[in-house]
């Protein structure tokens, strides 16, 4: 009997299909999971060391935001 994936948290589905690498069903719920959370927004890559500079800024920023939430 399989697991219902759609019930699994994104941790439990993980580790599902990190121990069960053969199971295509698990993999699709997995993948489907979670490029349905994904954001749809794109960026184009740093052009010159300033742009790369100010993305890995706003890196640092969003982790530490992530940190205090």
């Given at each position: 009997m399989k697991p219902n994936f759609?019930?699994?948290?994104?941790s439990e589905l993980r580790a599902y299909v990190v121990a069960h690498p053969n199971d295509k069903a698990a993999f699709h719920a997995f993948v489907d999971r979670f490029t349905a959370e994904a954001s749809p927004e794109t960026f184009d890559i740093p052009k010159s060391n300033a742009e790369v500079e100010e993305v890995e800024m706003l890196i640092r920023q969003k982790l530490e935001q992530l940190?205090?939430?």
């Open positions: 759609s019930t699994m948290t994104k940190k205090t939430s």
